[in-house]
């Protein structure tokens, strides 16, 4: 410990060092006589408390109390004088002085000496504390403000009290003042569930990783996880609440996708072994009927066994649809052919009281898609829209270009900037709530009656429009009628004139005396191939998998004049068998057939334009008739 002692009188200054250092044996002692030594010592420092005289030959122990202060605040200063005022005393414990003490009375200067050391050493703690409480607060007030994870304190009632940025910025509101003019209890999509909230939280205490489906400002549903802590007083009467909510919105989503990727990867491998059994199922059914006549006993249990078979073909489609497992063999299309070749089959499904409008934009772009596919979208929205008015009402199918700039202003998450062609489809029907909204592409859900519907239909349809690259949103609410807005990405810049399919005129197949190779695992469906073809006059040799074929192909190579292959064929997939063989002779023609619709033919499922497919399960004859115009071309 270090003390600076300042006295004029050489004999006062040792009075008072001999009295201290009898407590403070290890203490050192700096002397100050005159103004310069006290220059040097205030230069120097490092004491840790100064003893002055009140009356100096100089000045007075006061201005000598103001200097240190200034250069040394933290120091404590003890005052003795010889000439003792009680005036001089208040004026300088007011400033700050820590202690005074008289010289007569220099026994109670060790005292004095410790209590200002121990004053000090608590003021400065408290300056310590002080200082780390502010560091804490700012530093959680910086927490508060800008963290990511919402922050509030609200009543049992649902009045927001305080909450930070975060938590304003989760419900869509822009300030925290415009979030707490609002009720939670409004934020939850019934109040029973507020209800059932506050119930849990007064049995529980606290609730933590409580998830929630709540709502934004603007009614759009969120997914919320809270940590909340109850104030409960002695009664246990809930008081307020205090909480932590992270949006979890992103995270659901991803799940529910993982989730829809999962049931996909499982309807598609389903649809191989089933496409395969129908397809055996249907070719007996038509070899049968074939070979007996209208009057036969049979002839009706053939027919509905194919119109079952058929039923179930059907299925499948929707199935690999939702699953976006369906081969494209797309073209570039105008959308305004495609509703126009359609509104007479679209009026017959309509009721006679609804009334349906189309209107086209003139100068529409050109989208490229499987013609038959978003035939199928259109349909089953149209279908969907006939459902929603049971009374009557009117269907308006609309199609417009969409500006690169546009794209801005959608509000259906990340989509590329670029030009898009918008198919629409509104009703006037009864509407859906927020609740069937969030719902509604979800496989197997529906709002119709039990025998009634599948759930497949807009699941198919936003299966079909992913997989063109497009996306699909819904706008409605109850009572007000649904528009399903398709956006397609436009192939360029330049419109296309509108005009209708050419007319397939129907004919009867031609068979024809080339050699085929067919590759088909399935034992019973290549026995039908195989089969139905001979009869048609091709000669064909057959294979059970990818590696027979090829060794089959090079054996028979010039012979052989068309492949007809699964794209699952086991040691060798179909597509690496196709390759194989077109090294070898790229002018080999080749017929894709599956009931797997397997990510074979390319990333997306659309078929190149150097061979052909055809789904199972088929017609046989349809199959003849493939076959015949892929040897034609």
């Known amino acids: 410990m270090k003390f600076l002692v300042i006295d004029d009188s050489f004999a006062d200054r040792e009075l008072v060092v001999r009295r201290l250092r009898k407590e403070f044996d290890d203490a050192e002692f700096v002397e100050v006589g005159n103004p310069r030594d006290l220059d040097e010592a205030m230069e120097r420092g490092g004491f840790d408390i100064v003893l002055t005289d009140y009356q100096l030959n100089w000045t007075n122990g006061l201005q000598i109390f103001q200097r240190i202060k200034e250069q040394h605040p933290d120091v404590p200063v003890v005052m003795f004088t010889g000439t003792g005022s009680e005036e001089i005393a208040v004026e300088g414990l007011r400033a700050g002085l820590s202690n005074y003490v008289l010289k007569k009375h220099l026994d109670r200067l060790p005292h004095a000496v410790r209590e200002s050391l121990e004053k000090a050493r608590l003021r400065r703690q408290y300056e310590d504390a002080i200082q780390q409480l502010r560091i804490s607060e700012e530093r959680y007030r910086e927490i508060f403000e800008q963290g990511l994870t919402g922050v509030f304190a609200m009543t049992p009632q649902g009045k927001i009290i305080t909450c930070n940025p975060a938590f304003a910025s989760i419900f869509g509101f822009a300030t925290c003042e415009e979030a707490m003019q609002v009720n939670f209890s409004t934020l939850c999509p019934q109040s029973e569930q507020y209800t059932a909230f506050i119930g849990l939280l007064e049995r529980e205490k606290r609730l933590e990783a409580y998830e929630a489906e709540m709502r934004r400002c603007d009614g759009q549903p969120i997914y919320v996880v809270e940590n909340v802590v109850g104030a409960f007083d002695a009664a246990g009467k809930l008081l307020e609440i205090t909480g932590y909510v992270f949006d979890n919105t992103e995270r659901k989503q991803l799940q529910q996708a993982q989730r829809l990727e999962s049931v996909g990867l499982l309807v598609s491998g389903i649809a191989h072994d089933f496409n395969n059994m129908l397809g055996g199922i249907l070719g007996y059914t038509s070899r049968g009927l074939a070979r007996v006549t209208p009057n036969h006993p049979l ?175 819904v706008e409605s609410k109850s009572g007000e009628g649904t528009t399903f807005n398709i956006y397609l990405p436009t192939v360029d810049d330049a419109p296309v004139v509108p005009s209708l399919l050419p007319t397939r005129e129907i004919s009867v197949v031609q068979g024809g005396d080339e050699t085929i190779l067919v590759v088909e695992d399935d034992p019973d469906l290549c026995y039908l191939m195989k089969e139905i073809l001979s009869d048609y006059g091709y000669t064909v040799i057959s294979a059970s998998d990818g590696v027979e074929g090829l060794q089959l192909f090079e054996e028979y190579a010039d012979s052989l004049s068309l492949v007809v292959s699964d794209l699952m064929t086991p040691k060798m997939r179909g597509k690496e068998l196709y390759d194989r063989i077109r090294a070898m002779n790229e002018k080999t023609r080749f017929l894709f057939v599956s009931g797997y619709q397997a990510n074979q033919i390319s990333q997306n499922f659309v078929l190149d334009k150097d061979f052909s497919f055809l789904p199972k399960p088929f017609d046989l004859d349809e199959l003849a008739g493939k076959v015949r115009e892929m040897l034609t071309y």
Not at 450 to 471: A, C, E, P, R
């Open 299 to 473: 002839y009706e249990n053939f027919h509905h066994i194919q119109e079952i078979a058929t039923r179930a073909a059907k299925m499948t489609q929707q199935l690999l649809a939702f699953s976006r497992r369906q081969v494209l063999e797309p073209s570039d299309v105008n959308l305004n052919t495609v509703v126009k070749n359609l509104l007479d089959f679209i009026g017959k499904l309509l009721a006679d009281h609804i009334e349906i409008e189309f209107v086209p934009d003139p100068t529409l772009k050109t989208v490229r898609v499987d013609y038959a596919q978003i035939e199928q979208v259109l349909m089953n929205l149209c279908v969907n829209a006939r459902d929603a008015m049971p009374d009557g009402g009117k269907l308006t199918i609309r199609t417009r270009n969409i500006s690169p700039e546009e794209t801005y202003r959608l509000d259906h998450g990340k989509i590329e900037v670029r030009p898009w062609v918008l198919l629409s489809v509104k009703d006037t029907g009864i509407g859906m709530d927020e609740q069937v909204q969030a719902r509604i592409f979800e496989p197997f859900f529906t709002t119709k009656e039990v025998g009634k519907g599948t759930g497949l239909g807009l699941s198919m349809v936003h299966g079909i429009v992913g997989q063109h690259n497009g996306f699909i949103s």
